[in-house]
């Protein structure tokens, strides 16, 4: 047996088992999306690249996904970036680290406007403490709970000139 053969009969045993391993049914719990509707229900998108699905907290018309990173059990797992399109025009980045779909921890998300959001994340929306900045130039920095600005921050207008400090309820 030459050492060639040997190679080739492990790489097909390797193609195999990932094959076997992906074929393996996923359990979603939530909706998947479907790009067509004009649902706005969270739901599981996946990216028809990698095959590896993300949790899409605000889904919209036409948007579509990419991840790239570790695809754990057909869920994106670990440091990866995540590109959402609208309509094949990328619309977000987000440099996130991932557990099972759902983007946990500090991240940076990134939208074509320019908007940046720096903080922390859990499901995959904005929790605890932040850093948003707006494309116009305004920011806020301080806590947000479910994805809105709550609890201490600070605003700045576009033009600093005026400051609006305390507790955001919005």
Same mark, same amino acid.
């Given at each position: 047996?030459s050492?060639?053969?040997? %190679?080739f009969a492990v790489? !097909?045993s #390797?193609?195999i088992?990932?094959k076997? &391993? =992906?074929?393996?049914?996923?359990t @979603?719990?939530?909706?998947e +999306?479907?790009?067509?509707? *004009?649902?706005k229900?969270p +739901?599981? !998108?996946?990216?028809?690249?990698s095959g +590896?699905?993300?949790w =899409?907290? $605000? ?9 790239? /990173? =570790? +695809? &754990?059990?057909g $869920? ?7 590109i959402? %399109?609208?309509?094949e025009?990328? *619309?977000q980045?987000s440099l996130?680290l ?6 946990h921890?500090?991240g940076?998300?990134?939208?074509a406007? /320019?908007?940046i %959001?720096?903080g922390a994340?859990r =499901? *995959? &929306?904005?929790?605890? %403490?932040?850093? @948003?900045?707006a #494309?116009?130039?305004e920011?806020?920095v301080?806590?947000f709970? #479910?994805g809105k600005m709550?609890g !201490?921050g600070?605003?700045?207008?576009l033009?600093g000139?005026?400051v609006?400090e305390g507790?955001w309820?919005m």
């Amino acid at each position: 047996t030459s050492l060639l053969s040997v %190679y080739f009969a492990v790489a !097909m045993s #390797a193609v195999i088992l990932s094959k076997s &391993v =992906n074929a393996q049914p996923i359990t @979603l719990d939530g909706p998947e +999306c479907h790009p067509e509707s *004009s649902d706005k229900t969270p +739901c599981w !998108m996946r990216d028809k690249v990698s095959g +590896c699905y993300v949790w =899409n907290p $605000f889904p919209r018309k036409g948007e579509s996904v990419r991840w790239s /990173g =570790n +695809c &754990v059990a057909g $869920f994106s797992e670990g440091e990866g970036e995540t590109i959402w %399109y609208i309509n094949e025009q990328r *619309s977000q980045r987000s440099l996130t680290l991932d557990r099972r779909g759902k983007s946990h921890g500090c991240g940076r998300l990134e939208w074509a406007n /320019g908007t940046i %959001y720096e903080g922390a994340l859990r =499901n *995959s &929306v904005f929790e605890g %403490y932040g850093h @948003l900045r707006a #494309a116009g130039g305004e920011e806020y920095v301080g806590m947000f709970s #479910a994805g809105k600005m709550h609890g !201490m921050g600070r605003m700045t207008t576009l033009n600093g000139l005026q400051v609006l400090e305390g507790q955001w309820d919005m």
